[in-house]
């Protein structure tokens, strides 16, 4: 492709990039077109999940000593 473009001018040589862009844009919009129909499997997120604390292991956390000012 570069071989051939060397021997035009600048604006033939845009001409036939714009050209080739219209091209391609046409072709993905046709692809996503035929894609959208389909239904996507399997591309939920993941999820994390943080199961709670037991609250049985500390009932009492705390001594009576606990609540002296130190400072």
């Not at 071989?3 to 845009?14: E, F, H, N, Q, V």
């Amino acid at each position: 492709m570069r071989l051939s473009m060397t021997s035009l001018k600048g604006a033939d040589a845009k001409d036939v990039a714009s050209s080739i862009t219209a091209i391609a844009n046409d072709k993905i919009k046709a692809e996503k077109e035929a894609n959208a129909g389909k239904k996507k499997t399997g591309a939920k997120k993941k999820q994390l999940h943080v199961d709670k604390p037991d609250d049985d292991i500390a009932v009492d956390g705390y001594d009576p000593l606990d609540d002296y000012d130190f400072m």
